[in-house]
Antibody, heavy 119, light 108 residues
C-alpha cells in the first residue's frame, strides 16, 4: 500500500528548532518529487518546500533560509528541518508525493503532524 | 508571484450541481489541480491536469479551464461532498506551487 506517515511535531518556543519526518511505504522517495505543505489553524493550504528526484530543492519565500528539506534513501524517509521557528510557523505539516511535471499534482498525502510555536 | 482566487464559500442543495471557480491570470496556460479536504483530514486529489480524475474519484467530479478561470464541477451533490476545495497550479516563474485560498462547499 502506498502510504506516507509524518512524525515529529510538537510544541516549540520561538527561535527553536524541530525536525519533521515523513516515512514512505509502497514507493521510493528518491524516485519521486516530494513536497511539504502546511496549513495554519483555520487557514488554507500553503506549499512549503519540494525536493526533486535529482536532489535539487526549492522553498517558499516564507521559510527560505530557515527550513531545509532532505531525504534518507536507506530509510525511505523525507525530512523537514525547521530552524528559527516563528509563531506564524504554527500549522499542520503534510508531506506529499509530488509530480515531476506540472501536470499531475500531489497524489499521495500523509495524515499530517502538528507544529505549535508559542512562548 | 502568481495568485489564485477562489470564492470563500459555495452552497448547493443535494442532487444539484456545484461549481467552484479558481481565477488566475491566463490560467488556461497552466495545468490546474483540485483537492478536496474534509474536516480533520488530509487533502485528496480529485482533479488533475484541468479535467482528469484519479482512480477512485467519482465521475460526478469534473473540471475545466479556459481564459482566466478554472472550474471544478460536482454533479448530483451528496452530503459527503461537503468539504473545503483548493485549486493549485505550478508557477514556473518562481518554481513554486501555488494554492488558491480554498472554497467551503456547504450542502444545504
Amino acid at each position: 500500500e502506498v502510504q506516507l506517515v509524518e512524525t515529529g511535531g510538537g510544541l516549540m518556543q520561538p527561535g527553536g528548532s524541530l525536525r519533521l519526518s515523513c516515512a514512505a511505504s509502497g514507493f521510493n522517495v528518491s524516485s519521486n518529487y516530494m513536497s511539504w505543505v502546511r496549513q495554519a489553524p483555520g487557514k488554507g493550504l500553503e506549499w512549503v518546500s519540494v525536493i526533486y528526484s535529482g536532489g535539487t530543492t526549492n522553498y517558499a519565500d516564507s521559510v527560505k533560509g530557515r527550513f531545509t528539506i532532505s531525504r534518507d534513501i536507506s530509510k525511505n524517509t523525507l525530512y523537514l528541518q525547521m530552524n528559527s521557528l516563528r509563531v506564524e510557523d504554527t500549522a499542520v505539516y503534510y508531506c506529499a508525493r509530488d509530480s515531476d511535471t506540472p501536470y499531475y499534482g500531489m497524489d499521495v498525502w500523509g495524515q499530517g503532524t502538528t507544529v505549535t510555536v508559542s512562548s | 508571484s502568481y495568485v489564485l482566487t477562489q470564492p470563500p464559500s459555495v452552497s448547493v442543495a443535494p442532487g444539484k450541481t456545484a461549481r467552484i471557480t479558481c481565477g488566475g491570470n491566463n490560467i488556461e496556460s497552466k495545468s490546474v489541480h483540485w483537492y478536496q479536504q474534509r474536516p480533520g483530514q488530509a487533502p485528496v486529489l480529485v482533479i488533475y491536469y484541468d479535467s482528469d480524475r484519479p482512480s477512485g474519484i467519482p465521475e460526478r467530479f469534473s473540471g475545466s479551464n479556459s481564459g482566466n478561470t478554472a472550474t471544478l464541477t460536482i454533479s448530483r451533490v451528496e452530503a459527503g461532498d461537503e468539504a473545503d476545495y483548493y485549486c493549485q497550479v505550478w508557477d514556473s516563474t518562481s518554481d513554486h506551487w501555488v494554492f488558491g485560498g480554498g472554497t467551503k462547499l456547504t450542502v444545504l
